[in-house]
């Protein structure tokens, strides 16, 4: 397996572990093989046969002979003459066979005519058959020996008559002991020929006893000679067939497999190269036209399909993304109608001193059901609304808007809280094919006596401050949802609001909010987190109930809107002189805030009847001090800002304070620049702060509680 991958390969590499050079080399590796069996089958046949047809013929040379000899001399009187003297020996005399003594032993039966004739016989034969030798033996099982009897080529050594020569036990025991059926041979080496197949017929007397053996020898030098023949043909054959099929299969495998799946891959790279550059190519793989028949044809067919259900599926996605972005604006629209539709702009009524009011919407989706709402019926009269729509999402939203409009139109027309729900209900019962329905708390303030008149339908109890004491849950009197049910009648109660007194309203969203363990927030911990937090201003009420319900819900989802507002009621005489209610804002310290902090003390300047001379030098002042927070205080991070407003009496002052949590810095401590240098020649900074020092009537620094805190008065 190749270390590096293919992108990293060279050329050679490449070819070398290329499907077609893996095709070529396993055609040779398995014709080898193959070569090899086939070699090893052939080499055994050809050699069986071969030996075969050498044991047929000196087989039938030594029956032959047997018949001829039969015919012409009898074999079983001289057989019988030279085994009495070879049995008559003694093993010191058997032991000198070769020698001229041995041999003298033999003499007399070696001269008889019969001998003569029967060595004649076997000469001509042997000569005319073209075998190696043909001659009578007998064996001795009792020496493991074979005796010559009679050998045309007793000339020779080891060919006389009477001489033995060892001979292997299994030979004696096959030639002995057979039993006439199939043909009888032994293959052996010997000295005087090489390996020799050696065939015998058993010759009787009368009495069916083996008196000799007529024995043929044929060499297997030949045998030997063709066999190497053969072998060196074969090999010769099979190196060119090898090389014929691995050449030819290798072309036939690149043409029907490795070419179709290069022109895939060419086809693929070529797809991906130009969905890269963009075009809009789409029958890469249709215009392949592989004609295998097989899983390649298959795969380029399902590789053509794949295209186009590719090219498809972009066109459905581009569409669908189009869709959905289309989609993500008109509900980011949605979301910033809705939010505009509710009051957003804090203070609300800066020039009204007797209440503080704030309100936070923070929708489940994109928008909400939720609403809130709060405005003037009359120059005493203040109204506030909390609510709720079944459902969620868009539905929801438009049925707020309805409902949100139908509830301060009807409000304005002077109408009590009960009687206003009741048109409200009438209104969207007669077409409210949705089903939808709304829950509505509608209180109704005299801002001269803090007397509230409220009407609850079906919504969440309110929960009310005493100047002195805690919140608690102001359990009212509950009617029937709104847009529920046509000819319902909703009841109303009333509330004196003390100076001081302050009220939380809210949606399900908060109490039922639900951390990872499926817990809900509910009322005891949300009275909890208001108590905690009573005696700051509305802002900072809703600020520790956000965080409270953000620490137990976790990473958990939000499931549904968080809506509140919280109202702080001053009475008459605050509303009256407009002193010494302080009002306050907070914003991100960035020099682009800037605007809207003049803006909110403005505010508060115009309804104090503020000379326009003192707002110009109080607005520079702002600019100057307010500039500094966001350049320096937590640089290079950006951090909060709470800007206070507060009217004094005797002398009549507008007491302005910077509070943040920045780095500590005292910018009165530096010295005042000398404005009497030319401005080439002067250090600089410190030119704001000295304008402000030099414009205010007073400028006070002090490091409180982690934060910097500076206030500058001006009278007017």
Known sequence: MPEKSIKEMGE?????????????????????????????????????????????????????ARTMLEKIA??????????????GLTEEERSQVGAESYKAKFTLVDKSPNMGTIKTVLGEFAQSA???????????EEHGAMVTIADPYDDEPGCFTGCWESVPEKQIRKFMNWNGEGRLYHIHKTERYG??????????????????????????????????????????AILIVMILMAFVFTRYMKKKLVDPINEIAAAAGQYAADKKSG?????????????????????????????????????????????????????????????????????????????????????????????YDFFFVDDDHLALVMADVSGKGVPAALFMMVSKILVKNYCRTGLSPAAVLQAVNEQICSNNRMELFVTVWLGVIDLRTGQMTAANAGHEYPMVKSPDGDFEVYKDKHCFVVGGMSGIKYKEYELQLE????????????????????????????????????????????????????TFVGTADQFDDITMLCFEYFGRDAGTSGRGAEKEMTVSAVPQNTEKVIEFVNAQLDAADCPGKIRSKIDVAIDEVFANIAAYAYAPATGLATVKFALEDDPRAAVITFADRGKPYDPLSADDPDVTLPADDRREGGLGVFIVKKTMDGVNYRYEDGQNILTIRKQF
């Open 12 to 64: 050679f590499e490449r070819k070398h572990y290329s499907l077609s050079g893996k095709v070529f080399r396993s055609v040779i590796i398995g014709s080898l093989i193959l070569g090899l069996v086939a070699f090893a089958i052939g080499l055994g046949l050809y050699s069986v046969a071969l030996s075969g047809q050498y044991i047929s013929e000196s087989f039938t040379m030594a029956q032959t």
């Open 74 to 87: 009898p074999v079983e009187s001289a057989a019988g003459n030279v085994m009495n003297i070879y049995n």
């Open 499 to 550: 100076p001081g007194s302050k009220l939380f309203l809210y949606t399900d969203g908060v109490v039922e909010s639900t951390n990872l363990s499926n817990d809900q927030f509910g009322m005891e911990r949300a009275v909890k987190a208001l108590n905690k937090a009573k005696d700051r201003d509305p802002q900072g009420i809703l600020k520790a109930v956000d965080d409270a319900v953000s």
């Open 195 to 236: 390996w020799v197949c050696t065939s015998g017929v058993p010759v009787k007397n009368s009495a069916g006893e083996t008196v000799c053996f007529v024995l043929a020898d044929i060499t297997l030098d030949e045998m030997s000679v063709g066999m190497n023949r053969f072998v060196l043909q074969y090999v010769v």
């Open 130 to 140: 073209g075998v190696n030798d043909v001659y009578l033996g007998m064996y001795d």
């Open 279 to 371: 075009a809009q190519v789409t029958d890469h793989f249709a215009m392949l036209n592989i004609r295998t028949g097989d899983e390649i044809e298959n795969l380029s067919n399902i590789m053509a399909d794949m295209e186009r259900d590719l090219s498809e599926f972009e066109e459905d996605l581009a569409r669908a993304a189009a869709e959905k972005e289309r989609i993500g604006m008109e509900l980011s629209l949605a979301t910033r109608i809705q939010a505009d539709m509710l009051p957003n702009v804090f203070p609300a009524f800066p020039e009204r001193g007797e209440f503080d009011v704030y309100a936070t919407m923070q929708p489940a989706k994109e928008v909400g059901g939720d609403f």
